[in-house]
């Protein structure tokens, strides 16, 4: 297969060029010019729970192909599947289901991101407070090995008890992320010190960034570590969201934090247990708490770029950014890398996505 005269993203510029490939991308050769599309890498979601009616706390092998062609159809080619905070046995049917997922054409599932259950009460979110605890690295050991090794990220409130021992152990071996909640910045960047190198969606369910009290906003930008942004316009303001692409740079990754109504029509949804209501491109709990988006990757770095993030900076985070922190070989245009390309109009919108070199449905 050849895509020719086409904007190639290489080395976080836009290139004029052809691409040929079979599973892998086999040849580069750039042109003068510029090209009549936008060729891309495939997409990368480390945070994204469910769409098209599906969730991946359902537990089930038939939710994971649901989601696998429903992220494909919307550019993206990898992601992580990932929790709410559930009961243990929930949890641990969700962790089976990703061990024996076995991919038919969709995205690659590349693992999980446990969001819950190792979170703070009071910035717990859409997250149901009776389901939280602390961190516990039995659990997590035990839920690692039902999984199948396959948790990649974990998300922690590192003031809340046994998290120092908890973040030193698994670091080692799995990306600990900080959020959901209330910890000061000398907490946050002590977590950093023990090894968390991840921020879970940045601003959002974390104390405000204030000049005398940084909080974790203040404690990553100090550790220089990686941080997830949610573009959908409600979680971050577009000012906010400039200026954490000022504060962070490429360290930025681009995340959908969908829910299973993403990509459906307005109404009464569930998250995690709980009702949810999704009215004009926003979903809340009955309180009015933000409960995940609606939106998709893809959505997400078209509304950054409108946003007034240069297109270079959107698809770099949307692409090689978030696999960069999570170690996944996916999110570069570049001889021998898996042919996971997606193919943009000249307005940014989809026009066709391959996975390993087949084309997919859009």
């Known amino acids: 297969m050849k895509i020719e005269n086409a904007n190639l993203f290489l080395e976080g510029k836009f290139v004029c060029g052809d691409l040929e490939f079979g599973e892998k991308i086999t040849k580069i050769t750039r042109r003068e010019g510029k090209g009549k599309h936008y060729l891309i890498p495939g997409l990368v979601d480390i945070h994204t729970h469910g769409r098209m009616g599906a969730d991946f706390s359902d537990g089930t092998e038939e939710t994971l192909e649901t989601l696998s062609r429903a992220y494909a159809a919307c550019g993206v080619t990898s992601f992580l599947a990932t929790t709410m905070s559930l009961p243990k046995e929930n949890l641990f049917g969700a962790m089976r289901s990703a061990r ?211 297109k270079e900076k959107a698809v770099f985070a949307a692409t090689k950014a978030p696999a960069l922190s999570v170690g996944l070989d996916a999110g570069e245009l570049k001889v021998g890398n898996p042919a996971d390309l997606v193919l943009l109009n000249e307005d940014f919108s989809l026009k066709e996505v391959y996975i390993e070199g087949v084309l997919s449905l859009v």
């Open 100 to 310: 024996n997922f076995q991919r038919k054409g969709g995205a690659k599932c590349c693992g999980i991101h446990l969001e819950g259950p190792f979170l703070s009460a009071e910035k717990r979110g859409a997250h149901r407070e009776e389901y939280l605890c602390d961190p516990d690295l039995a659990l997590f050991d035990d839920l690692q090995e039902e999984s199948g090794g396959k948790i990649k990220i974990v998300t922690v409130a590192p003031e809340k008890g046994g998290a120092e021992q908890f973040v030193r152990e698994v670091s080692k071996n799995c990306v600990v992320s900080l959020g959901h909640t209330a910890a000061d910045f000398t907490t946050c960047l002590s977590a950093f010190e023990w090894g968390a190198s991840h921020v879970t969606h940045l601003f959002n369910a974390m104390p405000p960034f204030l000049h005398r009290a940084p909080g974790l906003i203040g404690a990553a930008i100090e550790a220089g570590v990686s941080v997830e942004l949610i573009c959908d316009g409600f979680h971050v303001h577009p000012a906010a969201v400039k200026g954490a692409f000022s504060m962070f740079g490429e360290r930025i990754n681009l995340i959908s934090d969908s829910i299973r109504c993403s990509g459906l029509k307005e109404g009464e949804y569930t998250l995690g247990g709980s009702p949810v209501l999704l009215k004009e491109g926003k979903i809340t709990l009955k309180d009015g708490t933000l409960a995940g988006s609606c939106i998709s990757l893809l959505e997400g770095m078209q509304r950054a770029i409108k946003f007034g993030i240069s």
